[in-house]
């Protein structure tokens, strides 16, 4: 981080609404069905996550070079995340090949997964291929666990981090 701009001029583009619809949205009732008594189980029963409640945890992460999100930038999109059983796969592709902010980017994407997600899931996080010259590398950072426990204990970093993790445009709720 010394200031350096790796993209001066990036794309930036609208967002797009979510695509899950609301109970609403969805033509059902808001009010609980008097016919429909669900069973309240205990806490061990899972529940599911999709791809799209992924995109919404990421989509609002601030690009840490600009005053937008990794949505607005197309550094990610609900197309390039993949779910398993409980295993989520999630690209993202840096503005330029040579994007120094590239490990930030996408610690920035496992750190906000983290934080939200149940820790049954195992994520991993990867730049889109062909996107960077150093793929591999950036790749290998981001999904070794001592790398990643050793950029955390770094206090400028997680700084830089908790910006990043902040909403982008003043879309906080407090």
């Known amino acids: 981080m010394n200031g350096e701009i790796f993209n001066a001029n990036p794309t ?7 695509t899950r619809k609301s109970k609403f949205e969805a033509g059902q009732s808001l009010w609980i ?17 999709d791809e799209d409640e992924i995109f919404d945890l990421i989509r609002s ?6 005053p937008n999100s990794l949505e607005e930038l197309r550094v990610v999109s609900a197309e390039q995340i993949k779910m398993g059983d409980n295993h ?24 906000r997964l983290m934080r939200s997600l149940p820790q049954r899931f195992k994520v991993d996080i990867r ?3 062909g996107s960077h010259q150093s793929e591999l590398a950036v790749n290998k950072q981001l999904n070794d666990k001592e790398r990643v426990a050793a950029a955390l204990e770094n206090p400028a970093l997680v ?10 445009g003043g879309h906080d709720s407090r």
């Open 12 to 18: 930036v583009y609208a967002s797009k609404r979510s």
């Open 33 to 49: 069905d008097e016919q429909y008594q669900p069973e309240f189980s205990s806490e061990s029963e899972v529940e599911p996550i």
């Open 88 to 111: 989520i796969m999630v690209e993202f592709t840096p503005t330029v090949p040579h994007c120094g902010m590239s490990t930030l980017i996408g610690l920035s994407i496992r750190v």
């Open 127 to 129: 730049v889109k291929p």
């Open 61 to 66: 992460i601030a690009d840490p070079e600009h």
């Open 159 to 168: 700084e830089t981090l908790e910006k990043c993790l902040e909403p982008v």
